[in-house]
């Protein structure tokens, strides 16, 4: 079973509740004959698709940093075999 990942959960509802307004925009601009009513739609699902896009950059970016400390972390094991076969000699 994996952890609870509330920062997932979060940007699902976002984009969840963003494009059931926009899909209601829509479906109120057909049924109304109100046409307006697709530019809030649009923004709706444009809205969505920005929460996607920053939350995959979000993503890419917490690997990039696991990498990097995990990089540092052997960097600094070397470091300290390294003093130790020094000082032992």
Known sequence: MSAFRP???LTTLAVGFLL???VLFAIAAVWGSRPLLF???A???LAAALVVGAWRRYRRTV???ADASREMKREAES???LLDTHFRN
């Open 39 to 41: 530019i809030p739609a």
């Open 79 to 81: 470091i300290r075999e």
């Open 20 to 22: 059931l307004d926009a």
């Open 7 to 9: 920062r997932r959960t």
């Open 63 to 65: 690997a990039e940093l």
């Open 43 to 45: 923004i709706c699902a």
